[in-house]
């Protein structure tokens, strides 16, 4: 029976749908390293090679911020009043 609760939920939403759950709430945190963020933000220039990011992003996946560390990170996400979900 879970399987089949699992099923319905699955097709019951769509893609759009599921983009908008948790948006005006929820940032997410995601580690990027610096390849990473020049091919994400090609319009970023100067980025070193080697260092370690962190990007914030509302639900939908709009960016919000990029810092070289993780407490800023959860500052911005503060001050944007959400609450924070790493993603890896």
Do not use: C, W
Not at 23 to 41: C, H, Q, S, T, W
Request: charged letters at 20%; aromatic letters at 6%.
């Amino acid at each position: 029976m879970d399987q089949e609760i699992k099923d319905i939920t699955a097709d019951a939403i769509s893609s759009s749908e599921l983009a908008l759950l948790g948006n005006g709430e929820i940032a997410y945190i995601r580690p990027l390293k610096a390849m990473d963020v020049k091919k994400l933000f090609p319009q970023l220039t100067g980025v070193p090679d080697g260092i370690d990011l962190f990007a914030v992003y509302t639900a939908d996946g709009t960016p919000l911020a990029l810092t070289d560390s993780f407490n800023a990170a959860i500052a911005n996400v503060k001050e944007n009043d959400l609450a924070a979900v790493s993603v890896h």
